[in-house]
């Protein structure tokens, strides 16, 4: 069959539009190598920080931390919500219809107004200081949306058989959950699990409102202490090679923060994907 020249335009643009995705991903990673691996170095991954050594390692290690801290808040809270939106409440409940809209807002949000609210809440208003807790606290909230969206869409590819047929083998409710909905629906959930990731490691704004930028790792690990490790204020990889290149006499090093980050992005988005196949697989 002959192709119509409106449809040889339309794949060229298809074609076009593959290739220059592709080029600029590439573009973008082989930048940020090529500026940032001849400036890395051992003393950017020593212990402690200092003026002369502008050592990356501490906001490594609170980026991690931070990250850690943020899932473990807003992905059990999403996933739940996904599950009661699709699996109990009723369709016509305007209270989904509002829950949704609410939460498609929430992920339209800029993150400076997310920073001012947890500056005002977390920090000021709790009176948790600038601190880790108070940032991922914060952090928390701006994926929850996300998270929660891209869960119940996962939940939503669930084929109805699939309930039907082991609601017929006298399953229950929380078994079919358990064993049917949440394995078959784990790959989406996982990316959007690695898109909040994303987020998280990226974010600069709301963090400097709320967790701060002091380069070191927390170490008063005593929940009885008054400077217990999650209200110390702490600099992550994204705010660490901001101030690098916003002071002018680092950019080198800069360069090299980024490449460290491009690297850990990298890293958690393979296990995600290792884990995700292996919940297919299964």
């Known amino acids: ?25 590439f ?3 082989g930048y940020i190598v090529i500026k940032g691996l001849p400036h890395l170095k051992l003393s950017l991954f020593a212990l402690q920080y200092t003026s002369e050594n502008v050592s990356l390692f501490p906001s490594l290690v609170n980026t991690v931390m931070m990250t850690m801290l943020s899932l473990l808040i807003a992905v059990p809270l999403g ?22 809209i609410t939460a498609e807002t929430l992920a339209g949000i800029p993150s400076i107004i997310y920073g001012l609210f ?25 994926i929850l949306p996300l998270i929660m969206r891209t869960s119940e869409e996962a939940l939503k590819s669930v084929p109805d058989s699939f309930r039907e047929g082991s609601y017929g083998l006298g399953a229950g409710k929380l078994r079919t959950l358990n064993k049917i909905l949440l394995p078959y629906a784990m790959p989406g959930i996982l990316a959007g699990i690695i898109l909040s990731v994303g987020r998280i490691v990226g974010e600069t704004a709301a963090l400097i409102f709320t967790a701060g930028t002091l380069a070191r790792i927390p170490t008063d690990f005593n929940p009885a202490s008054e400077s217990f490790f999650l209200f110390q204020s702490t600099r992550t990889l994204s705010v ?32 995600s994907f290792y884990i995700a196949k292996k919940f297919t697989r299964e």
């Open 1 to 25: 069959m002959k192709k119509k020249p409106f449809d040889k335009l339309l794949l060229t643009l298809v074609y076009s539009s593959a290739a220059l995705t592709v080029f600029l991903l």
């Open 27 to 29: 573009f973008i990673i």
């Open 79 to 100: 996933i739940f919500t996904a599950v009661y939106l699709v699996e109990y409440a009723k369709r016509s409940n305007k209270i989904v219809g509002a829950v949704r």
């Open 118 to 142: 947890g500056f005002l809440f977390f920090v000021i208003h709790l009176k948790w200081g600038i601190s880790l807790l108070a940032g991922s606290c914060t952090l928390a909230i701006m």
């Open 240 to 271: 660490h090679m901001y101030n690098l290149s916003s002071e002018g006499f680092y950019v080198n090093e800069a360069h090299s923060t980024a490449l460290v980050l491009l690297v850990l992005v990298m890293g958690i988005n393979a296990l």
